[in-house]
T-cell receptor, first 115, second 115 residues
Framework: GAGVSQSPSNKVTEKGKDVELRCDPI?????LYWYRQSLGQGLEFLIY????????KSGLPSDRFSAERTGGSVSTLTIQRTQQEDSAVYLC?????????????FGQGTRLTVV | AQKVTQAQTEISVVEKEDVTLDCVYE???????LFWYKQPPSGELVFLIR??????QNEISGRYSWNFQKSTSSFNFTITASQVVDSAVYFC????????????FGQGTILTVHP
């Protein structure tokens, strides 16, 4: 597709359930990022993938959060045993290569509500 | 450690006024990259501009202009003759030359342009 695609756009889940959020990056982009944006807050870095390198997981808030990227393309962010504080918009972005000077393009986000 | 500060949480102006959004950053990297993103009510982050640390030339794009000053670690964004469509949240972001993935964002400035 032309841009970064995320699914679902909205997800409501019960506390304690697991959820999976999907991101399809722009074709040809080797770098992929996940960010979280809580209501009225800035963007919190979660994880970064670049090609076949080990991902930078330094932003994952707890071991309930994990992410994988299959075949260097699609990525899935998994949140286990969801808590109400996990409610936020989860944003995915992608960019060319591993160079610092390339801009990241963002998807529309997945709005997660934990009830 | 990297840090981006957008001191203005909210700005309200009347259409046709000029408005400047402030951004101050901190980094130990000698090479780094600065970005501005716009987040309209639809939620998707839209890339506006990238600036390299070794290029202090200011830039103008239509009604938008950016003033980069390394001496004060600032990268301010000015909208001339604001329009209602400029209403959005604006984020300033920083990526260090040695941290390929992680974009550090400021908290954002909510700009409201009234007709």
């Amino acid at each position: 597709g032309a841009g970064v695609s995320q699914s679902p756009s909205n997800k409501v889940t019960e506390k304690g359930k697991d959820v999976e959020l999907r991101c399809d990056p722009i074709s040809g982009h080797t770098a992929l990022y996940w960010y979280r944006q809580s209501l009225g807050q800035g963007l919190e870095f979660l994880i970064y993938f670049q090609g076949n390198s080990a991902p930078d997981k330094s932003g994952l808030p707890s071991d309930r959060f994990s992410a994988e990227r299959t075949g260097g393309s699609v990525s899935t962010l998994t949140i286990q045993r969801t808590q109400q504080e996990d409610s936020a918009v989860y944003l995915c972005a992608s960019s060319f290569g591993g160079s610092s000077n390339t801009e990241a393009f963002f998807g529309q986000g997945t709005r997660l509500t934990v009830v | 450690a990297q840090k981006v500060t957008q001191a203005q949480t909210e700005i309200s102006v009347v259409e046709k006024e000029d408005v400047t959004l402030d951004c101050v950053y901190e980094t130990r990297d000698t090479t780094y990259y600065l970005f501005w993103y716009k987040q309209p009510p639809s939620g998707e982050l839209v890339f506006l501009i990238r600036r390299n640390s070794f290029d202090e030339q200011n830039e103008i794009s239509g009604r938008y202009s950016w003033n980069f000053q390394k001496s004060t670690s600032s990268f301010n964004f000015t909208i001339t003759a604001s329009q209602v469509v400029d209403s959005a949240v604006y984020f300033c972001a920083l990526r260090g030359g040695t941290s390929y993935g992680k974009l550090t964002f400021g908290q954002g400035t909510i700009l409201t342009v009234h007709p």
